[in-house]
């Protein structure tokens, strides 16, 4: 099989973002008969031209012994007599079982089938894609594929045969079967080390591994759908890949024994616990995190605050105190536990304050002793 990529771009713009993007336009085919295959790909990058070698299998259901690429970067690091082949692209190779072969530099001859494709395919394909506006590559590839099998199908000169036909008839049987699991591709990222919180940085988004790897080195990669964390060549880690910049995923399992306890803490875990005491102690918790997000360390610090408190008082005694605080619109800890202290809790909230009388003493002085000047 040989492989290129054509010097026409295809636009496309992203509804969402309204950002103009370029599609790069994959060209792929087989040696003898020529059979064609084309799609769309973001960028030439290592991780996209791989993706189309796999479109390109699939297209011809198999494996060809060999690959003849150019001498792009994502597929070699080094051309020459000896070249060098990009690591990640030669992992896929041998994971697939296809030797790479490229061309010599400035040596366009050594491909030339493949750069004559490409001349078709700015004729029969590119050139109408041009005249159409699209929204994304998967609208792209949808084109190319309803205008393929035109180009695949049409007989050429002098062979009075078609590229499929030619297919069929030679090169179908001789192609290998495909790994029965897909290949995934991997980016290696540098080696780092272990911070106190435990959670390494792979492309902007933090992800945990075990605590106990606090201060040692750890190697990460990352495929399209996850991320593997391994410390000394063991693989420690394994987080779905999330693209929320910023953001962290934890597996609880990594977690501290005490870190594991205080995120079990929240409003849903003491609104359980309040909830067997009363309605009015409920209302207390729920107040705690009004304004604040579920797992808010204030909110939870108040709430282990009353958990705590309510082991001295019986449960009654506690809703009591609750009603009481949340009667007069203030259901904090610190009203909770002066209401308990001063007993306040016995009254119902309607109650009214009496004002007792004094008794009678000699060092008390009544109304009259005012009334007369304070003479006696």
């Not at 990352?222 to 394994?238: G, Y």
Request: one cysteine or more; glycine letters at 6%; aromatic letters at 10%.
């Amino acid at each position: 099989m040989q492989v290129d990529f054509a010097g026409t771009l295809i636009p496309w713009k992203d509804v969402d973002t309204g950002e103009e993007n370029q599609a790069q336009i994959f060209v792929s085919l087989l040696g003898y008969s020529s059979y064609t295959f084309v799609c769309a790909v973001n960028s030439q990058k290592v991780r996209d031209f791989i993706d189309a070698h796999t479109q390109a299998f699939k297209f011809y259901g198999g494996i060809p012994e060999s690959v003849l690429i150019d001498n792009l970067k994502a597929g070699v690091i080094k051309p020459g007599v000896d070249p060098v082949i990009n690591t990640d692209f030669e992992k896929y190779s041998e994971y697939m079982g296809f030797v790479v072969l490229s061309t010599r530099p400035r040596k366009p001859k050594d491909k030339a089938a493949v750069e004559n494709a490409v001349r078709f395919i700015s004729r029969w394909i590119t050139a109408k894609l041009l005249e159409r506006t699209f929204f994304s590559i998967e609208e792209i590839n949808k084109a190319i594929q309803e205008l393929l099998p035109e180009l695949n199908n049409r007989k050429m000169r002098g062979i009075d045969k078609s590229r499929f036909m030619l297919f069929e008839e030679a090169e179908k049987e001789k192609l290998k079967p495909a790994p029965s699991r897909p290949y995934q591709h991997f980016e290696y990222m540098p080696s780092q080390q272990v911070p106190k919180d435990y959670h390494i940085k792979v492309f902007g988004h933090w992800y945990s591994v075990p605590y106990q790897l606090v201060s040692e080195r750890v190697d990460a990669r990352a495929s399209k759908e996850c991320i593997e964390i391994s410390h000394m060549n063991k693989l420690r880690a394994v987080h779905p890949r999330c693209d929320d910049m910023g953001g962290m995923t934890t597996d609880k399992a990594h977690m501290a024994p005490n870190h594991r306890a205080y995120l079990d803490q929240g409003l849903s875990s003491f609104s359980r616990w309040a909830e067997d005491i009363g309605p009015a102690a409920l209302r207390v918790v729920q107040a705690q995190y009004e304004g604040k997000r579920e797992h808010s360390a204030i909110a939870n610090k108040a709430c282990s605050g009353l958990k705590s408190l309510a082991k001295s008082y019986d449960k009654r005694e506690f809703e009591a105190a609750c009603a009481r605080a949340v009667s007069i619109s203030s259901p904090t800890l610190k009203s909770v536990k002066s209401i308990l202290r001063t007993g306040l809790f016995k009254f119902e909230s309607g109650d009214s304050t009496v004002q007792i009388p004094l008794p009678l003493h000699e060092n008390v002085r009544g109304s009259s002793y005012y009334q007369a000047g304070g003479a006696l």
